[in-house]
């Protein structure tokens, strides 16, 4: 049996045993947490999120590149076209963590210049070494999108030795 066939075989014991149909578009929480892809960092296990509660995006080093904002403005659109909205009441949590693989590619700035579409002479300022340094500036990226006003943004870092996440930069609009 392949793995796909594992995961197959237990989403029919989800569907028997945790299936909630009652589950709605809009995240309970109106909150999207956009992390990295890192499998160390689930965001609904490390915050503890149930069912229905978050929405996620999740990406190399969960950054905030120009496709990140355009994924958030097709998600406000969506969310309009089913009623509802993007915007004041929502939150979204920029989660990046300790450890990240994408510190190991610094070297190779043609690459990284492509992912963040910015110019090699400009990455230094993307903080691609410091998880910290680095949710400071794509929290500010948010919350200088026009296109999401209203919207409280605050960054996270999860440290992968203890499993505890800290604030780094705080709710705010």
Same mark, same amino acid.
């Given at each position: 049996m392949g793995i796909v066939d594992t995961l197959i075989d237990r989403n029919?014991?989800? %569907?028997?045993?945790q299936f909630l149909d009652s589950l709605e578009m809009r995240p309970s929480f109106a909150t999207i947490v956009i992390s990295c892809l890192d499998?160390?960092?689930?965001? %609904?296990? *490390?915050?503890g999120a149930? /069912?229905? /509660?978050? %929405?996620v995006i999740r990406n *190399?080093?969960?950054r905030i590149t120009p496709h990140t904002l355009m994924?958030? *403005?097709m998600l406000r659109h969506v969310a309009q076209a089913n009623g509802t909205d993007i915007g004041p009441g929502w939150e979204i949590a920029v989660l990046q963590h300790t450890q990240c693989g994408i510190t190991l590619i610094q070297d190779q700035p043609d690459l990284l210049s492509r992912y963040f579409q910015i110019d090699q002479q400009d990455l230094p300022g993307v903080s691609l070494g410091d998880p910290r340094a680095a949710v400071a500036h794509d929290v500010a990226a948010l919350r200088a999108e026009t296109r999401? %006003?209203?919207v409280h943004?605050?960054?996270l870092v999860y440290d992968?030795?203890?499993?505890?996440v800290e604030t780094v930069v705080e709710r705010g609009s």
């Open positions: 029919r014991r989800f %569907a028997e045993t499998p160390r960092v689930d965001p %609904a296990v *490390v915050l149930e /069912q229905g /509660q978050i %929405a *190399v080093g969960g994924e958030l *403005v999401l %006003a209203g943004v605050s960054g992968v030795t203890t499993g505890l």
